[in-house]
Antibody, heavy 122, light 110 residues
């Protein structure tokens, strides 16, 4: 059974940093692209970032480019999102998601974690 | 990258059929066969119900079907049931190697 379990969310002030993690199990982690998707309170889904199975290719939404870094550790089956220079508009539930296919250019998110809430407020 | 355009809300009675549209451009929906659809109930994670325009993952009801014409993709739910009451989102790969979601559609089953 595929499981994705996010952690690391919390309350922090603007300008701060936070690292989210997603523990993956039940599939060959290094084979599939993985993504982060967020949802601001009461709002729709917003794609944040994608990483290839090997970790060699990464992609970011313009809204987070230069501030967020996606990475993965295949030895630990972990997906991370390092978030720096956080802003109020980054407040959201952050989901990690496994792609249906291995390819990064097929963003069908087959499995989702339960989400972790990040609140940026002074 | 602008969000794909979805109607804010649709409604239907049990047993009826409804269709939700998802309009983009030739740089996303029209340019790639990568449109997916998700169902989200309040407080829950989204669930994939359609991938690559027309395909249903294992376990998803056959009442869900989808298509694409030009820059517009469509999701049809037939034989509406109370549990279909949820938010629905589309997404697509884009020419800038990014992913774009639709704004979401709230389906109310009357």
């Amino acid at each position: 059974e595929v499981q994705l379990l996010e952690s690391g969310g919390g309350l922090l002030q603007p300008g701060g940093s936070l690292r989210l993690s997603c523990a993956a199990s039940g599939f060959t982690f290094s084979t599939y692209a993985m993504s982060w998707v967020r949802q601001a309170p009461g709002k729709g889904l917003e794609w944040v970032s994608t990483i290839s199975g090997s970790g060699g290719s990464t992609y970011y939404a313009d809204s987070v480019k230069g501030r967020f870094t996606i990475s993965r550790d295949k030895s630990k089956n972990m997906l991370d999102l390092q978030m720096n220079s956080l802003r109020a508009e980054d407040t959201a539930v952050y989901y990690c998601a496994k792609h249906y296919y291995m390819a990064v250019n097929h963003p069908s998110f087959e499995y989702w974690g339960q989400g972790t809430l990040v609140t940026v407020s002074s | 990258q602008s969000a794909l355009t979805q109607p804010a809300s649709v409604s239907g009675s049990p047993g009826q059929s409804i269709t939700i549209s998802c309009t983009g451009t030739s740089s996303d929906v029209g340019g790639y066969d990568t449109v997916s659809w998700y169902q989200q109930h309040p407080g829950k994670a989204p669930k994939l119900i359609i991938y690559e325009v027309t395909n249903r993952p294992s376990g998803v009801s056959s009442r869900f079907s989808a298509s694409k014409s030009g820059n517009t993709a469509s999701l049809t739910i037939s034989g509406l049931q109370p549990e279909d009451d949820a938010d629905y989102y589309c997404n697509s790969y884009t020419s800038t190697s990014s992913v774009v979601f639709g704004g979401g559609t709230k389906l109310t089953v009357l």
